[in-house]
């Protein structure tokens, strides 16, 4: 499976390259908006994980233009984010995500929603 992590916090991308690599999935890394939409287009993920607060372009743009594209890409991004409640009442009616996730966030938690993505991914090449 391949995954593209988009988060500004090199920590945050240092985890998760770790637990995801540790499943031995393939990852990639965008550190912000501009990036992502271009890793996205060359490395055709499997599975989004979004942060919201990017530079360049926040994670609703990025959202917006990977719903563009391809609606059905749009059903592998996972938000992970340290918003606030109050901040995440305020995302447009029409953002949608497959789930959103807060950090800090629980790797076990983390690791079943990919899978999830995956599964469904593979149910869905399945029936074609």
Do not use: H, Y
């Amino acid at each position: 499976m391949r995954i593209l992590v988009i988060d500004d916090d090199p920590g945050v991308r240092g985890l998760l390259t770790i637990l995801f690599e540790r499943e031995g999935w393939s990852v990639a890394t965008a550190v912000d908006g501009e990036v992502a939409l271009e890793q996205i287009a060359r490395v055709r993920p499997d599975v989004i994980i979004l942060d919201l607060m990017l530079p360049k372009r926040t994670g609703v743009e990025v959202m917006r233009q990977i719903a563009e594209r391809d609606q059905a890409a749009a059903d592998t991004v996972l938000v992970l984010t340290a918003v606030s409640e109050a901040q995440l009442r305020t995302l447009p009616a029409d953002f949608r995500a497959r789930k959103l996730m807060r950090k800090p966030f629980d790797n076990t938690e983390l690791l079943q929603s990919v899978k999830a993505c995956g599964s469904r991914l593979d149910a869905r090449a399945g029936t074609r």
